[in-house]
């Protein structure tokens, strides 16, 4: 079956890095494009990154937009969030998800499985 596991997360102090993973498995990982997400507590989820099939396409939110960066490597199976110059407002869970519905990058319903998420918190 689909699975979508991602890595990665942790506590980080305001201005640093981290690389998150998600590991995609049981489908043909390079025929689909696919997204982040995060969901911090109380709010709603909210779309961040896509990127196409090829990874030669990128969509951002404006609020990652210079400082974080999607990529995937088909060859592994493997969608990646390199996230930059972190804010503690960036504090939430983050999931993956495949899409699956026409071009519409922007909207949880277009995506059709999901990862657990892995927690990202950044200290001010």
């Known amino acids: 079956q689909v699975q979508l596991v991602e890595s990665g997360g942790g506590l980080v102090q305001a201005g640093g890095s981290l690389r998150l993973s998600c590991a995609a498995s049981?489908?043909?990982?390079?025929?689909?494009?696919m997204g982040w997400f995060r969901q911090a507590p109380g709010k709603e989820r909210e779309w961040i990154a896509a990127?196409?099939?090829?990874?030669?396409?990128?969509y951002y939110a404006d609020s990652v937009k210079g400082r974080f960066t999607i990529s995937r490597d088909n060859a592994k199976n493997t969608l990646y969030l390199q996230m930059n110059s972190l804010k503690p407002e960036d504090t939430a869970v983050y999931l993956c998800a495949r899409h699956n519905s026409g071009s519409t990058y922007g909207e949880g319903a277009a995506y059709d499985r999901w990862g657990q998420g892995t927690q990202v918190t950044v200290s001010s």
């Open positions: 049981g489908y043909t990982f390079s025929r689909y494009a």
């Open positions: 990127v196409t099939w090829s990874g030669l396409v990128k």
